[in-house]
């Protein structure tokens, strides 16, 4: 019996039939092609594409693909691990049918997330999604518990007559300014309108803080489908400002100064159909239960940012007082910890009440990373962790004995730091299992040697067109 959580050749009963109705329906409203995609260790969104035609026998025996790409670099070159890198072998790419979208943005295509399978029609250990998966499975057996996510996406939007390389902001106007949203008008309309085709709501969508830098956040939903669509909605922000003869990046630093561009990570916990963020005897109305687990990220954010913040150009946005949140502490709706709860406005707490997680960046692949956040999370629980004092105001501005009673310290100042932080943390390995744990190890190391030698402007032009 195949499941969504155990994903198998042939998809669940019924999906070959679903597939074959669904090609016709697709073909009668003009689509030509469907992308199956995923996001790679290194956090870059690859493909194939298939005919419409073709979709029934994609969801039957999945799509060829190498296993190499869990090893790609963001610059397409490839490393290696005990088990991964090589030219050799293949996996199926298997479309999730619930999750497939008519692209408004891209006339004549839909879009699909896939799971990744071998040709034994076994789960492949390098597939994020699955990853994603099964770490919500094991919460909801181990602890009762399920999660909703929602990962906010900034981004920037450039000419696409710029010189090769550069970034010309296509907007001039102040930060969160009317002149800027004139500016992007007709695009960010259009964006509004696709997103809507594509059933994604929209809560709101506005200029941010640096130069042509623009942020929308959605509605949250479970992690795999709030994963996968954090990809969509990019794939999508993308696709029409090509229209509209722009360029965007989601690169974590654009350029080598400023503020950069932050993918944060909401994220509440559940049992029963009830927040854990919200109506209990704790401090600002959390559960134990949400203290333990907010105890659990806070505890592993070093370690985790290997896996939220996995560029060498995420270490130039992650600095102090630009609302990244690069110290290791909780707040009630404060801006600068790593951790701001969000309590909500009165009367909807209860659905409203989050965790946010600020440094994460949208280089991070988003299924490895929030499984890594939640595994963080219920190691917690599990101990009921203590959860320290909370912060408020710049934690840069607090003395040496008052950080060290809160337990505040800074994240890794480099990809370095960070990947010796991941190598250290049983827990986040256990979780991954070896081979992602393998996968992120070796990928970050290649990533640091790749840009070894390279001043901060080399190293924010070097990954400025690849996310
Ligand atoms: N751009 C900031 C970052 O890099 C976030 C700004 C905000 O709080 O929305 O995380
Ligand atoms: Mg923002």
Redesign the pocket.
């Known amino acids: 019996m195949t499941t969504l959580a155990d994903p198998l050749p042939g998809g669940r009963p019924g999906d070959v039939d679903r597939a074959r109705a669904l090609s016709g329906e697709l073909s009668g409203r003009g689509v030509h092609g469907i992308v199956l995609s995923y996001v790679d260790t290194a956090g870059v969104g690859r493909v194939k594409t298939v005919p419409v035609a073709g979709l029934a026998s994609a969801t039957a025996w999945g799509v060829g693909m190498s296993p190499v790409f869990d090893t790609f670099l963001a610059d397409d070159s490839v490393v290696t691990t005990d088990v991964l890198g090589s030219p050799d072998g293949d996996l199926r790419l298997f479309p999730d049918l619930d999750r497939l979208v008519v692209l408004a943005g891209q006339p004549g295509w839909a879009w699909a997330p896939v799971d990744r399978i071998t040709q034994d029609g076994d789960r492949h250990p390098g597939c994020s999604r699955t990853f994603l998966r099964r770490i919500v499975a094991d919460a909801a057996r181990a602890h009762g518990v399920s999660f909703r996510a929602g990962i ?1 996406i ?1 981004w920037v939007i450039g000419l696409d007559s710029a010189p090769a390389g550069a970034f010309v902001p296509a907007a001039t106007g102040p930060a969160y300014g009317a002149i800027r949203q004139v500016e992007m008008s007709d695009c960010t309309a259009d964006l509004l309108a696709a997103c809507a085709a594509q059933g994604v709501d929209v809560e709101q969508v506005h200029p ?3 130069p042509g830098q623009f ?1 929308i956040s959605v509605g949250a939903l479970d992690p795999v489908a709030a994963a996968d669509r954090s990809v969509l909605v990019r794939q999508t922000i993308r696709a029409v400002a090509r229209r509209h003869g722009l360029r965007v990046s989601f690169s974590p630093a654009v350029e080598a100064r400023g ?4 993918g ?1 990570v909401h994220l509440s916990a559940w049992r029963d159909g009830v927040n854990l963020y919200a109506g209990g005897d704790r401090r600002h109305g959390m559960t134990a239960d949400a203290e333990a687990f907010t105890a659990g990220v806070l505890d592993r954010l070093p370690a985790l940012t290997a896996v939220t913040a996995p560029s060498p150009a995420s270490y130039l ?1 992650l600095r102090p007082s ?3 949140g690069v110290f290791t502490a909780w707040g009630l709706e404060t ?1 600068e910890a790593a951790l701001r709860l969000v309590r909500g406005t009165a009367g909807r707490r209860a659905e409203q009440a989050n965790l946010e997680v ?1 440094p994460v ?1 949208l280089a991070a692949n988003p299924y490895l990373a929030l499984g890594c956040l939640i595994a963080a999370g219920l190691a917690g629980l599990a101990s009921g962790a203590p959860l320290p004092e909370e912060t408020s105001g710049d934690p840069v501005g607090l003395d040496a004995d008052r950080a060290a009673a809160r337990g505040v310290r800074r994240l890794p100042v480099s990809l370095d730091e960070a990947v010796a932080e991941f190598c250290a943390d049983d827990v986040l390995r256990a979780a991954l299992g070896p081979v992602l744990a393998d996968a992120v190890t070796a990928v970050r190391r290649g990533e640091i040697a790749a840009v070894e030698g390279l001043d901060d402007e080399r190293v924010a032009a070097a990954y400025r067109w690849r996310y």
């Open positions: 906010e900034e941010e803080y640096a942020e503020v950069g561009n932050g944060h946005r630009q609302w990244a801006r600020k960046d």
